[in-house]
Nanobody
């Protein structure tokens, strides 16, 4: 079991910045990838950014150059720095912890945090 607690969402004007945090506890030694996903109203959930245990990162094309994912292993925390925010970034952002074990995928989710970007 892994528990994820997110923070840092809120309301910001277009062009502004926010930083999301996700702190993990529990069986975190199993986690291979930590990621941020988002879901806007009436849209499917999409991967925003992910970071592996080794530090490799992956970003959605729509956020490349604007968002940065990072991790602080000492604090068991993953961050998503979001700059140059656009109204289309408005969504509920959720933290995910993932690993695979003998062909079985394990995914844990945080409660989600709302990000609203006003134009």
């Amino acid at each position: 079991q892994v528990q994820l607690v997110e923070s840092g969402g809120g309301l910001v004007q277009a062009g502004g910045s926010l930083r999301l945090s996700c702190t993990a506890s529990g069986s975190i030694f199993r986690v291979h990838v930590m990621g941020w996903y988002r879901q806007a109203p009436e849209k499917p959930r999409e991967l925003v950014a992910a970071i592996t245990r080794g530090g490799s990162t992956n970003y959605a094309d729509s956020v490349k150059g604007r968002f940065t994912i990072s991790r602080d292993n000492a604090r068991n925390t993953v961050y998503l720095q979001m700059n140059s925010l656009k109204p289309e970034d408005t969504a509920v952002y959720s933290c995910n912890a993932h690993w695979g074990d003998y062909g079985v995928d394990y995914d844990y989710w945080g409660q989600g945090t709302q990000v609203t970007v006003s134009s």
